[in-house]
Nanobody, 123 residues
Framework: QVQLVESGGGLVQAGGSLRLSCVTS????????MGWFRQAPGKEREFVGG????????FSADSVKGRFTISRDNAKNTVYLQMNSLKPEDTAVYYC????????????????WGQGTQVTVSS
């Protein structure tokens, strides 16, 4: 079955960096747009950004623009989220997801989801 597995989360101090990876399997990866979402305790799931099939177009939410960078390597069936200048407000479980059409901000439009990886930013 299709699987998406996130990794790279951890505990960092404010101002630090992390790179999250999402490795997919049994998925025609290059035919899917990919999105990154996050969910903090007590809050709704939030769209962080997305990337098109080939990586030619990306989108980042205003809250992370200029700090986070989304990229993909189709040869490795992997999408990345490089997070720099981390803030305590970035603390959340981060999820990757696959869409057969577009990197929608609505999480209901994604067909497949990973299990999530915890990112904790201390002050």
């Amino acid at each position: 079955q299709v699987q998406l597995v996130e990794s790279g989360g951890g505990l960092v101090q404010a101002g630090g960096s992390l790179r999250l990876s999402c490795v997919t399997s049994r998925l025609t990866f290059s035919s899917y747009a990919m999105g990154w979402f996050r969910q903090a305790p007590g809050k709704e799931r939030e769209f962080v950004g997305g990337i098109s099939w080939t990586g030619g177009r990306t989108f980042s939410a205003d809250s992370v623009k200029g700090r986070f960078t989304i990229s993909r390597d189709n040869a490795k069936n992997t999408v990345y989220l490089q997070m720099n200048s981390l803030k305590p407000e970035d603390t959340a479980v981060y999820y990757c997801a696959a869409s057969p059409t577009y990197y929608y901000s609505d999480n209901s439009r994604y067909d497949y989801w990973g299990q999530g990886t915890q990112v904790t930013v201390s002050s």
